[in-house]
């Protein structure tokens, strides 16, 4: 069974970086063929991909948060990490790690794992 674990700050001031993490038990991050991904769902809103790695560590992102974005990984530590820089209050949502075989999610039925999501508030 695998499980993915989102982790990171709960609250983040504007103009800041936000970082987080993804742990990942129960299945490596560098098996054939996964897209381990970013999606997040702001209040009222749909879902919406932010961005993925690759098992190859190769990475996807949406081109309208690619200028903000990054994704990397950690092989040992079986985890990865999204960055999103120079935040707003309309970053503002709850924030899901994603295990598919497809590099675009934006529903559930697109990825076989979910982490449980984690809200992120950005505010002075």
């Known amino acids: 069974q695998v499980q993915l674990q989102e982790s990171g700050p709960g609250l983040v001031k504007p103009s800041q970086t936000l970082s987080l993490n993804c742990t990942v038990s129960?299945?490596?991050?560098?098996?054939?063929?996964?897209?381990w991904g970013w999606i997040r769902q702001p209040p009222g809103k749909d879902m919406e991909w932010m961005g993925a790695?690759?098992?190859?560590?190769?990475?996807y992102y949406n081109p309208s948060l690619k200028s903000r974005t990054s994704i990397s990984r950690d092989i040992f530590k079986n985890q990865f990490t999204l960055t999103l820089s120079s935040v707003t209050p309309e970053d503002t949502a709850v924030y899901y790690c994603?295990?598919?075989?497809?590099?675009?999610?934006?529903?559930?039925?697109?990825?076989?794992?979910w982490g449980q999501g984690t809200q992120v508030t950005v505010s002075s």
């Open positions: 994603a295990r598919s075989l497809k590099v675009v999610v934006t529903t559930r039925g697109s990825s076989d794992y």
């Open positions: 129960g299945g490596s991050i560098t098996t054939k063929y996964y897209y």
């Open positions: 790695i690759a098992y190859s560590g190769n990475t």
